[in-house]
Nanobody, 122 residues
Framework: QVDLMESGGGTVQAGGSLKLSCTSSDARYCLGWFRQAPGKEREFVAI???????TYADSVKGRFTISKDDAKDTMYLQMNNLKPEDTAVYYC???????????????????WGQGTQVTVSS
């Protein structure tokens, strides 16, 4: 059993920044951020593996940065230059079947945080 606790959502104007945090009770596996906008499917945003290698969705490359603090078992998502289309509930997730070959399919991730709302106004 892995517990994930998120924080850091909120409302910001377009062009602004937010930083999300996710603390895991066991952060040894693939960790990722996903998001779900109203009426849309949950989608991949960014993932980080045990070696701190990262992968980003094309829609957030150059604007979002995923990172991990091993000492704190905490993952972060720094979001800059936010756009209205980034508005969604953001979830952190962990896939405890892998450490390095982290895939981006949401259905593979077996533990999820409660979600945090990010709203970007135009």
């Amino acid at each position: 059993q892995v517990d994930l606790m998120e924080s850091g959502g909120g409302t910001v104007q377009a062009g602004g920044s937010l930083k999300l945090s996710c603390t895991s009770s066991d952060a040894r596996y693939c960790l990722g951020w996903f998001r779900q906008a109203p009426g849309k499917e949950r989608e991949f945003v960014a993932i980080v593996n045990i070696d701190h290698q990262t992968t980003y969705a094309d829609s957030v490359k150059g604007r979002f940065t995923i990172s991990k603090d091993d000492a704190k078992d905490t993952m972060y998502l720094q979001m800059n230059n936010l756009k209205p289309e980034d508005t969604a509930v953001y979830y952190c997730a962990e896939w405890t079947q892998a450490w390095r070959q982290c895939l981006t399919t949401p259905g593979l991730y077996n533990y999820w945080g409660q979600g945090t709302q990010v709203t970007v106004s135009s």
